[in-house]
């Protein structure tokens, strides 16, 4: 009986961490950000807002799509997301 107690404890510690590992950006106050952007704003780091890059995600009809930089420095620094230099 102990056995069948510890196993349904460990399920819903288990399962209810998933679940709130899975829920996001839900409870959290940080603007959600996808990592196509962040590679974005990486590539346009040292780069001014006038250039472009290509990107490392997206392809449109077999080609490379190009990447305005003053568009991904934008909306990585609209999101308030604390950057640290690497």
Do not use: H
Not at 47 to 75: F, H, L, Y
């Amino acid at each position: 009986m102990k056995k069948m107690v510890i196993a349904a404890l460990a399920a819903l510690f288990i399962f209810g961490s998933t679940t709130t590992m899975a829920s996001g950006n839900l409870e959290s106050e940080l603007t959600p950000v996808s990592a196509e952007d962040i590679l974005n704003w990486m590539n346009c780091k040292d780069k001014k807002p006038t250039e472009t890059v290509k990107s490392m995600t997206k392809t449109k009809d077999g080609k490379i799509v190009r990447v305005n930089c003053g568009k991904a420095q934008k909306i990585v620094a609209d999101a308030d997301i604390p950057v640290s230099e690497y």
